[in-house]
């Protein structure tokens, strides 16, 4: 008769517990987005690994609000575009790295970044860097964390919280960067027509979003690649004059992001007949990007050629002067360039780019903007 009582006593604590921390969690959540990608959306997972793709020494993060200007791991000065956008729907604080330390416990109030500097779609990109965590890895440490969230707040209840998560996926820059960089001694590979390298992106890119549909995700942003032939790193390489982008890089582009758009769409007409709250969104950054780099007076900016900070030729490199009280290496005002370093875009640059996301029509985004995805 104890043993029975015991027994009961045991399973309604257990189930008053799960009880509780579903209740705690259901009224603390707020805005929650997993981030999956390489450095444009990094923050800080890539300070975690032996790698030579890392952004945490000055000048990086100048402009961070919340770190008081010092790196944070962010391949930038400032925020980016995932910050600003979860900033603009309500996330208190950016989804931490996951490989902090403790990151977890923030799993189910905001969400996880997963992103990784260097990172590919295809896991061999990024050898040259050595450290880095490839989409593959970053899908299987969600899966983690989901594992993480049912411990806490049940099966049912990582269902409800997932399906009214955001899941964005910015990745694909440095598999189209690691074909047209020059060959490098013991790191290179024969090259494959753009075509195979092309289809092969696509096909693994989508075997990961079936999964990660799979595990719960129903609201998806996969962002296309940029004008890849407009960042100073691709111009040096083909030595293009001021003002010119390399269009045979930016054709390479072209051809990847149709190919993901279709994509999309089989996948948006397959899984909504079985499920109609999924959704995704193709994140149209090639436009955006390249009308704000031939146009950018228009947008209050007076350079899109210069890096802000590092230079024109190899190796680019970003870093602090011997001035301990000033960043030597960057521009002074970074609000008016558009390029941050030889790679990647300043704070300024994203702050337009996702107001256009967030808001924009169906040329920017499709079928429709994130607001309005996150309002489903």
Same mark, same amino acid.
């Given at each position: 008769?104890?043993?029975?009582?015991?027994?009961?006593?045991?399973?309604?604590?257990?189930?008053?517990?799960?009880?509780?921390?579903?209740?705690?969690?259901?009224?603390?959540?707020?805005?929650?987005?997993?981030?999956?990608?390489?450095?444009?959306?990094?923050?800080?997972?890539?300070?975690?690994?032996?790698?030579?793709?890392?952004?945490?020494?000055?000048?990086?993060?100048?402009?961070?609000?919340?770190?008081?200007?010092?790196?944070?791991?962010?391949?930038?000065?400032?925020?980016?575009?995932?910050?600003?956008?979860?900033?603009?729907?309500?996330?208190?604080?950016?989804?931490?790295?996951?490989?902090?330390?403790?990151?977890?416990?923030?799993?189910?109030?905001?969400?996880?970044?997963?992103?990784?500097?260097?990172?590919?779609?295809?896991?061999?990109?990024?050898?040259?860097?050595?450290?880095?965590?490839?989409?593959?890895?970053?899908?299987?440490?969600?899966?983690?964390?989901?594992?993480?969230?049912?411990?806490?707040?049940?099966?049912?209840?990582?269902?409800?919280?997932?399906?009214?998560?955001?899941?964005?996926?910015?990745?694909?820059?440095?598999?189209?960067?690691?074909?047209?960089?020059?060959?490098?001694?013991?790191?290179?590979?024969?090259?494959?027509?753009?075509?195979?390298?092309?289809?092969?992106? =696509? *096909?693994?890119?989508?075997? @990961?979003?079936?999964?990660?549909?799979? /595990?719960?995700?129903? +609201?998806?942003?996969?962002? #296309?690649?940029?004008?890849?032939?407009?960042?100073?790193?691709?111009?040096?390489?083909?030595?293009?004059?001021?003002?010119?982008?390399?269009?045979?890089?930016?054709?390479?582009?072209?051809?990847?992001?149709?190919?993901?758009?279709?994509?999309?769409?089989?996948?948006?007409?397959?899984?909504?007949?079985?499920?109609?709250?999924?959704?995704?969104?193709?994140?149209?950054?090639?436009?955006?990007?390249?009308?704000?780099?031939?146009?950018?007076?228009?947008?209050?900016?007076?350079?899109?050629?210069?890096?802000?900070?590092?230079?024109?030729?190899?190796?680019?490199?970003?870093?602090?002067?011997?001035?301990?009280?000033?960043?030597?290496?960057?521009?002074?005002?970074?609000?008016?360039? =558009? *390029?941050?370093?030889?790679? @990647?875009?300043?704070?300024?640059?994203? /702050?337009?780019?996702? +107001?256009?996301?967030?808001? #924009?029509?169906?040329?920017?985004?499709?079928?429709?903007?994130?607001?309005?995805?996150?309002?489903?």
């Amino acid at each position: 008769m104890e043993l029975t009582y015991r027994s009961s006593l045991k399973h309604f604590n257990f189930t008053f517990l799960l009880l509780f921390w579903q209740s705690h969690f259901q009224a603390a959540q707020s805005f929650a987005n997993f981030i999956f990608g390489d450095s444009l959306v990094d923050v800080g997972n890539n300070n975690y690994l032996f790698t030579l793709s890392k952004a945490d020494s000055s000048p990086y993060g100048i402009d961070f609000g919340p770190s008081n200007g010092q790196p944070t791991g962010r391949f930038t000065n400032g925020r980016t575009i995932s910050d600003i956008v979860g900033e603009a729907l309500g996330a208190k604080s950016a989804p931490p790295p996951y490989l902090e330390p403790n990151s977890e416990d923030n799993t189910i109030h905001n969400g996880i970044n997963y992103a990784s500097g260097s990172a590919g779609i295809l896991d061999d990109t990024g050898l040259l860097f050595i450290g880095r965590v490839p989409l593959r890895e970053q899908v299987s440490n969600f899966e983690k964390s989901r594992d993480y969230m049912v411990r806490m707040i049940g099966e049912n209840g990582t269902k409800e919280v997932l399906k009214k998560a955001m899941f964005t996926i910015t990745i694909g820059s440095n598999d189209i960067l690691n074909y047209i960089q020059p060959s490098i001694p013991f790191f290179s590979q024969d090259k494959f027509p753009i075509d195979v390298l092309q289809d092969s992106m =696509v *096909f693994h890119l989508t075997t @990961h979003l079936k999964r990660l549909h799979q /595990l719960g995700a129903r +609201k998806l942003v996969v962002v #296309g690649v940029g004008p890849l032939g407009c960042i100073p790193f691709a111009r040096a390489l083909d030595l293009i004059p001021a003002g010119k982008c390399s269009d045979q890089v930016n054709q390479i582009v072209r051809g990847y992001n149709t190919k993901l758009r279709h994509s999309l769409r089989s996948l948006n007409s397959e899984l909504r007949s079985k499920d109609h709250n999924t959704t995704f969104v193709y994140a149209n950054s090639y436009d955006l990007f390249l009308k704000l780099v031939l146009n950018y007076p228009q947008f209050g900016l007076e350079n899109a050629d210069k890096p802000c900070c590092g230079g024109y030729f190899p190796p680019f490199t970003c870093f602090k002067g011997p001035n301990q009280n000033s960043s030597q290496a960057a521009c002074e005002d970074r609000s008016k360039f =558009v *390029f941050w370093d030889a790679y @990647h875009p300043t704070e300024a640059a994203n /702050l337009i780019v996702a +107001k256009a996301l967030l808001d #924009g029509d169906q040329t920017v985004a499709t079928p429709f903007n994130i607001r309005y995805l996150n309002d489903l």
